[in-house]
């Protein structure tokens, strides 16, 4: 088997577990609510602020597995952002107590700068909320306040909560900005390239002066909720989507096409119990997600799972627990990445679970949904994947169920046979094929399932090898992880 694709001697940053470090020990720990950029070789996260860090975090890789803090984005503190503390006191009516920002996303402007769009909640639990713009010379900062976009407050439902900016590009370049949670849904307003800002030009005094609608004012809503938030749209070009039956017989390349996606991800439910990932598409930017053939929930991307076998097992040192909060960002060399935060540790004590950053790598299977590896990003790349990688070799997998609260642990025993059947423990239960570079479909136990094969770093043995990341009919997500036997 071929694992040039793979560094050598991966070694993941220890997950610290001391909440009282120092910022320099902390690597990946106290990351929420992610954002990437890259610049000038390097990579960087920009999060929620926490631990008196609170005017968003700043960590650097150029690996993408090795992690730094370097600091915080807006040193000035709110003294930098008064005119956004102000308007939230006016509308407010009083003080406000949030001591930090949330969820940003930075980007390098056409103006050579780099654009931070933040948020700033006056007061925790309501949705007296604004959304801004700052600006710096240099990724790191130090980001200065220029304007804002969207103000919100009182009437959350019909008004949305202006938090959680997401910025992306249509195919004809124009500039758009997701933002929104829970009972207002996620909204749409198309920005101005040239500037950051809004392109309509609309300001908060007009709605006030009533007059702008709701509507006007707040964008479209794109996604309606009560439970989604830290939403984000990835702009993907020619997605390959199969149009024929790959279990009816030999795949026919005729029937093939290409696809232009707009895939919006967002996280649902409890972010302390039961947050899931979950994604919707749509052929145009500003609309279509909720009309798509999974609906209004959604597709799960990934919900808590983990590769031991259950609690007991200590093989690896952490579960994917209530992931979520992502960015969907593709590097500068091609690979596409979901960006995220990830409670851990393993151990099922009644001890905090505070955040760290994840990274995985994610592709689309042949019907064109994405699927995410399960596995956390080692410096692998898509590539062929050669049917003898596959045949003849046992699988550890998860099903991720459709409920949250419960962590899906790792089971033993799939085998895909040399004679294309699928077994389980010496019992065949359905059958498989490899199509097209590294498309996976099977069944299993009645359902089909279609999915991708990648190279992965299997962190429970502490090796490289092929993981297979696919959707059932019933929208769920189904791992595997080649084994070590």
């Known amino acids: 088997m071929n694992y040039s694709d793979f560094p050598n001697g991966v070694r993941f940053d220890a997950l610290n577990q001391d909440w009282e470090a120092t910022p320099d020990k902390w690597g990946t720990f106290g990351v929420h609510d992610p954002s990437m950029l890259e610049a000038d070789g390097v990579y960087y996260v920009f999060s929620t602020g926490t631990f008196r860090r609170d005017m968003y975090q700043i960590r650097r890789s150029k690996d993408l ?10 040193p000035g503190g709110f003294s930098e952002l008064k005119p956004v ?93 997701t933002y929104g949670s829970f009972y207002g849904g996620i909204r749409i307003l198309e920005l101005d390239p040239a500037t950051g800002l809004r392109k309509d030009g609309y300001t908060f005094a007009m709605f006030r002066e009533k007059k702008l609608s709701r509507g006007q004012y707040y964008g479209k809503r794109i996604l309606t909720t009560t439970n989604a938030e830290g939403s984000v749209v990835a702009f993907h070009r020619g ?36 947050y899931n ?40 040192p952490f579960d994917f627990y209530v992931p979520g909060h992502n960015d969907l960002f593709t590097t500068e060399s091609g ?10 540790p393993y151990t ?25 590896s399960p596995n956390r990003y080692a410096g692998e790349r898509l590539r ?6 596959l045949a003849g070799r046992e699988y550890d997998y998860v099903q991720v169920g459709s409920g ?11 085998r895909l046979e040399g004679d294309g059947s699928l077994s389980l423990r010496g019992e065949k239960l359905g059958e498989w094929k490899l199509y097209g570079d590294n498309y996976v479909a099977f069944t299993f136990d009645g359902l089909q399932y279609f999915g991708v094969a990648m190279p992965a770093w299997i962190e429970a043995e502490n090796r490289a090898g092929i993981t297979i990341s696919a959707r059932g009919e019933d929208g769920l997500p189904f791992f595997m992880n080649s084994a070590n036997v």
């Open 404 to 414: 949250n609260f419960d962590c899906a642990f790792a089971k033993s025993g799939v």
């Open 277 to 316: 990932m979950r994604v919707w598409a749509s052929e145009t930017p500003d609309g279509g997600y909720m009309s798509c053939p999974y609906g209004r929930a959604g597709q799960k991307v990934a919900s808590s799972f983990s590769w031991r076998y259950g609690e007991e097992d200590l093989r690896v």
């Open 384 to 389: 062929k994947i050669a049917r003898e990688e």
């Open 85 to 177: 503390v102000d308007m939230l006191k006016s509308i407010y009516g009083g003080d406000v107590r949030t001591e930090n920002l949330w969820a940003p996303d930075v980007l390098k402007g056409s103006d050579g700068k780099y654009w931070l769009y933040g948020c700033y909640t006056g007061v925790f639990g309501n949705n007296y909320s604004v959304i801004f713009l700052c600006k710096a010379e240099n990724a790191e900062g130090p980001y200065r306040y220029e304007d804002m976009l969207v103000v919100s407050g009182g009437n959350w439902g019909l008004v949305p909560n202006a938090i959680d900016p997401q910025i992306f590009f249509d195919a004809e370049n124009r500039m758009w900005m």
């Open 239 to 274: 997605v390959p989507v199969y149009g024929g039956d790959i279990f009816a017989g030999a795949e026919n390349k005729a029937l093939w096409a290409r696809k232009d996606r707009f895939f919006l991800m967002a996280s649902s439910d409890s972010l302390s119990r039961d």
């Open 348 to 372: 099922a004590k009644p001890i905090p679970r505070k955040h760290y950053l994840f990274i995985s790598m994610y592709a689309f299977n042949s019907k064109g949904d994405l699927v995410m």
């Open 335 to 344: 690979v596409d990445l979901v960006v995220y935060h990830n409670r851990t």
């Open 65 to 74: 597995v090795h992690w730094e803090f370097i600091g915080e984005a807006i």
